[in-house]
């Protein structure tokens, strides 16, 4: 079971967190300026990688905050976490 | 009476007691310290089991956890029963009932055995390639005889009687093992002032101290240094120790499973004591010091009763006081067979021989072994071994040339060197090297949080592997306190052993190399020649390893074998994955207290008490318990719905609709919030209105819906489907939190606040009227979709005047704890109306009567608002909602979309079966849609259902076909609204 640092409330077992999917990929401002293609992608696509991953966490049976994260999808390790609207340390 | 076989002194057990116990009906006795294999050797029983698929007599292979061939039964009650419990780990105590496995009529004389004589019909994978025809054969006729054959233990019929614990703790430095190394690093963490757990899956402390000679090689005496350390250990007020306690599994960021068997080895325990308890370890540091386990050696008969591994023997003869055999041969390809050979020599065993596969034995244990004047042969293999329930003799070859030599004996001890227990290491996704010198994989390093010491890295003799376990004792302390002073380095290295792998059987002949799943060389040789490659389609083909020992004797005799096949280094052939659990765990710790009642959390409503005492029918729906239907005397299901029905229509019904789940949206910025959350339009809804709202995902597709009332400028009272609440709230948060955490808006889940009892029909307003203090319900001053807030018999109320019915209705919301009186006194003040309360059928009825769509039965994730006839909700000129740009996709707009219609039957008699495919007469292969919800209407007298149809609604009046298991049902496409299409009741 995976520690996971919540910034707001530090490390907490996995079992108190969801997972919530990649970070960083912002609700477009408009979109209806987008076409059919651009918000497919906004929609379903999603980096994947073999490394390190920013994503979003909630700390759903504690603060019930979402926060960011950084993890290494190889070694399951996490680098750090950050709350939304901060830039990653 | 003592065994015969017991030595006069020394060993672990209490001679001054006897235990007696029983195994295969028989009573055998033995003292306390004895496991139910050193007890019944003591008394010259090897033969403790037959083989998986040849029914092969097998007896004693080891002494612990690794034990392949001795499992046995153990309880003498069903629900007390445990089958493949490895006898080197059972504790004898005065109640022990054992029993052997997979035998017929008897353990000597097993008609299984005729499997052995047709071995040739059961190659590798003989399951994919023997019984494919005929086609039926398999589940009938195959599978039935194989699992009656083939098979480890019985399980139990009966529901397990015990009780099982489970706790979670912390710890500084969890140490795995307490062996010499374990030992040593539990007393130097703790002694660095780490909070220290220190657990061992044997009864004892010691590990292989209690095993080996009194002295070490440093002239170290290994049970004074044993007692001195557990005596400062428990002397610490910062160690947990835990014997009889097996770390099972290493999971991420060291958590660590342990499995405590708490009452197994006593005759009578406490009734309040758990019989085994979960601990789930966090540790800030973990130390590996599970020790090695030692290669049987690979030659033709080397799983007869009586052939055993070299270092059992030992553990045997020192811990137990128990002589395996009087006449021995050893088969070795390691130096560690001279030490057990010169222990056994000592204690007055005759040697017959040592064969030795290697081309010279020259260290310094074969040296006194050589001085010693035991008979010692090099470049020697057993070619084969003699006898039938127990060994009689082996014959003896010289390599490369044909001298042969048979050799009496009554135990054939066997070393092939030893393999370090990296299971956990691995688990811990540490990676793993091959060590040429001593034939094992080892592990590469420590993780930073996890470190390995002593033999689990290859480190064997004992001096070395105190200071070993104490370096990595004093390095994980100091990690665990980053402040403190310069942080330890571990100094040791490891050492050369000069193991030479059984890389090739020295013969053709049948030579077992997995024990517990029968596999053989033949098996290895034949998948490599079939061209299996890879190691982990190797071990499924031919299930080597993937028995409950996982392989804990047999992994690296079989890769060794499959690297020579193929011409490949070991490490190039690389290993199977090492998974949890290390040993088998029962059924029982892993569920804990949660069985029964608590296997799942039950959700009642605060009306389920009356519920019950009016012999409600409930079911299920997510945790929540509903009533379905309030059956009266001897009324089947059926006559109940349509009775509950026949109320609302004509009178009223009463409806616990409590476990609706509720959100409260409060804030300024509320109406803007949910304005695009949902498809409607929320900031135009006036204080005292409520409105359905529909909730779609970013994808278009209808995800939720509720009603949502206006109770101020800023505070919405915000329904959810009963299954929905969590997901749309965590959806809400999610926007709020993190697209738009400019909004001021605060949201509150208040499903378990409010009771909401739900009365409709045309007497509805009649009933609730005389109770509510402060509203007007006058349907000019309260019409339908109103809200409002005053009081009802004194408590706080919340009505909407909503209705899922059709009918007039009216949702009292009231808080929880009232919700129960609120509903007693509606119902007595109802009944002169013939008020009826109805469950959750009735309520799908009349609610399929009037087309309104259940999420989840009618949608399933694809469908838009349009397909479910909710186009009207949308909000008109809202620039943005949840969804809609995903609507304005030219696919969301197909015209041969599914679409929620009704469907009625020509005969009305006949109710379709949800899920019910749909089909036209001129394609009766090609699915058009399927039937979502299907009831018989007592309002209409007839059947109806409501399906999602490719098309729908421009199929009106068309004739389709609804293909079912009885027959194909002709069906008419109607308006999916059956009753009351103008509203006229509803807003009555
Ligand atoms: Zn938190």
């Known amino acids: ?89 | 009476m003592t065994g015969p076989f017991r030595t006069e002194i020394g060993g672990r057990i209490d001679r001054t007691r006897r235990i007696d116990f029983r195994f295969d009906g028989r009573l055998y006795s033995g003292h306390p310290g004895d496991n139910l294999a050193s007890a019944l050797l003591s008394h010259g029983v090897h033969l403790l089991g037959r083989s998986f698929k040849y029914h092969r007599p097998r007896g004693v292979l080891g002494a612990g956890s690794e034990e392949p061939n001795a499992l046995v039964r153990v309880g003498s009650y069903e629900s007390r029963a445990t089958p493949n419990l490895r006898a080197t780990q059972v504790e004898i105590h005065d109640l022990l009932v054992a029993e052997s496995q997979n035998r017929y009529p008897s353990l000597s004389f097993d008609v299984g055995a005729i499997n052995d004589v047709l071995s040739p019909l059961f190659p590798a994978g003989f399951y994919y390639k023997t019984f494919m025809w005929p086609a039926w054969g398999w589940r009938r006729l195959y599978e039935p005889i194989i699992r009656r054959m083939a098979g480890l233990g019985r399980a139990p019929t009966a529901p397990d009687a015990d009780i099982y614990a489970q706790r979670y703790v912390h710890c500084d430095v969890l140490v795995v093992g307490a062996g010499p190394a374990g030992l040593a690093a539990a007393r130097a963490a703790a002694q660095g002032g780490a909070r220290v757990l220190l657990c061992d899956e044997q009864s004892e402390f010691g590990g292989s101290l209690l095993s080996e000679p009194d002295t070490t090689e440093a002239g170290r005496n290994r049970l004074a240094w044993r007692a001195a350390t557990l005596a400062t250990l428990a002397a610490s007020d910062n160690v947990t120790l835990l014997t009889r306690s097996t770390a099972f599994g290493v999971f991420a960021d060291n958590f660590v499973a342990l499995v405590e068997r708490v009452t197994d080895h006593l005759a009578n325990p406490e009734p309040a004591l758990p019989r085994e308890r979960l601990w789930q370890v966090r540790a800030r540091q973990v130390v590996l010091a599970t020790g090695a386990i030692e290669r049987p050696m690979v030659f033709a008969g080397n799983d007869r009763p009586g052939v055993m591994l070299a270092g059992a023997a030992r553990t045997y003869l020192h811990r137990y006081g128990v002589r395996t055999g009087r006449r021995i041969v050893l088969a070795t390809s390691a130096d560690s067979a001279y030490g057990v050979a010169m222990d056994l020599h000592r204690a007055g065993l005759t040697i017959a021989a040592i064969a030795d596969v290697r081309n010279e034995a020259s260290g310094p244990l074969a040296a006194a072994a050589r001085a010693a004047g035991l008979p010692l042969r090099t470049s020697t293999h057993i070619a084969a071994t003699h006898g039938r329930l127990r060994i009689r003799g082996a014959t003896l070859a010289r390599n490369g040339t044909g001298a042969r030599e048979k050799v009496a004996c009554d135990l054939l001890l066997m070393s092939g060197g030893y393999t370090p227990t990296v299971h956990l290491y691995s688990q811990a996704r540490g990676t793993l090297r091959f060590d040429e010198s001593l034939g094992a994989f080892l592990p590469g390093g420590d993780t930073g949080i996890l470190q390995v010491a002593g033999a689990c890295r290859g480190i064997f003799a004992t001096d070395v592997a105190i200071a070993d376990g104490a370096e990595a004792g004093t390095v994980a302390a100091a990690r665990t306190d980053p402040g403190g002073a310069p942080q330890p380095v571990r100094t040791i290295s490891v050492p050369d052993s000069g193991a030479l792998l059984a890389r090739e059987a020295p013969c053709d002949r049948r030579a077992f190399v997995d024990f517990q799943n029968d596999v053989t060389t033949k098996d290895l040789r034949l998948a490599v020649r079939e061209g299996f490659v890879s190691v982990e389609h190797v071990k499924r083909y031919t299930t080597a390893g993937m028995a409950t020992d996982q392989g804990k004797t047999s992994n690296i005799n079989a890769l060794a074998l499959v690297a020579n096949e193929r011409r490949m280094d070991m490490a190039a052939v690389g290993l199977t994955t090492f998974r949890m659990p290390y040993t088998p765990v029962t059924f029982g710790t892993l569920a804990g207290a949660a069985r029964g009642n608590l296997f799942d959390p039950i959700r009642q409503t605060p009306i389920h008490a009356w519920a019950e005492d009016r012999g409600a029918v409930f079911e299920d729906v997510g945790m929540w318990k509903r009533a379905r239907y309030f059956p009266a005397a001897r009324e089947t299901m059926a006559q109940a719905v349509a009775r509950e029905c026949r109320a609302v229509r004509t009178g009223a019904g009463l409806f616990d609709a409590s476990t609706l789940g509720k959100i409260e949206v409060v804030g300024p910025d509320a109406a803007i919030f949910l304005e695009r959350m949902y498809v409607n339009n929320f900031r135009k809804l006036a204080v005292g209105r409520a409105r359905y709202g529909l909730m779609l995902g970013e994808d278009g597709f209808v995800l939720d819906d509720g009603v949502i009332g206006r109770l101020a400028p800023d505070r919405f009272h915000v329904t959810t489907t009963t299954g929905g609440a969590p997901r749309v709230l965590a959806m809400m948060e999610d926007y709020l939190q993190t697209e738009w955490p400019d909004l001021r808006v605060w949201l509150t889940s208040t499903t378990e606040e409010w009771a909401v009892v739900s009365i409709q029909g045309p007497r509805a307003r009649d009933i609730i009227a005389p109770f509510v203090i402060g509203i007007d319900l006058a349907p000019q001053a309260f019409p339908h979709m109103a809200v409002a807030e005053g009081t009802i018999l004194g408590v706080n109320l919340r009505i909407f005047r909503v209705s899922f019915t059709g009918e007039c209705g009216f949702e009292i919301n009231v808080p929880a704890d009232y919700g129960s009186d609120v509903w007693h006194a509606i119902m007595q003040q109802g009944t002169v109306f013939g008020l009826t309360p109805y469950g959750t059928e009735a309520m799908h009825v009349l609610r399929a009567e009037k087309g309104y769509i259940i999420v989840g039965q009618e949608s399933d994730g694809t469908a838009t608002p349009d397909d479910l006839g909710l186009g009207w909700a949308i909000g008109r000129g809202k620039s943005d909602f949840v969804g809609k740009r995903s609507l304005a996709r030219a696919a969301m707009r197909d015209p041969s979309r599914k679409q929620l219609v009704g469907l009625l039957t020509s005969n009305g008699e006949t109710v379709l079966q949800e899920g019910a495919q749909i089909v036209t007469a001129a394609n009766g292969n090609a699915s058009i849609g399927h039937v979502t919800s299907a009831y018989f209407s007592t309002t209409l007298g007839r059947s109806m259902a409501l399906a999602m149809i490719s098309g729908g609604k421009a199929r009106m009046g068309e004739k389709l076909l609804a293909p079912m298991l009885d027959r194909t049902h002709e069906v008419t496409v109607a308006p999916a609204m059956f009753y009351d299409p103008k509203g006229e009741r509803l807003y009555g």
């Open chain 1, 1 to 89: 079971m995976l520690l996971i640092p919540c910034p707001y409330c530090g490390p907490r077992p996995e079992l108190e967190f969801t997972y919530a999917g990649e970070a960083n990929i912002s609700r477009p401002a408009e979109p209806e300026s987008l076409s059919d293609e651009q918000w497919a992608a906004y929609l379903y696509q999603r980096t994947n990688p073999r490394g390190m991953h920013a994503e979003r966490w909630r700390h759903v049976h504690g603060c019930g905050r979402y926060f960011n994260a950084s993890r290494d999808t190889l070694s399951d390790q996490f680098q750090f976490s950050w709350k939304p609207g901060e830039s990653p340390p």
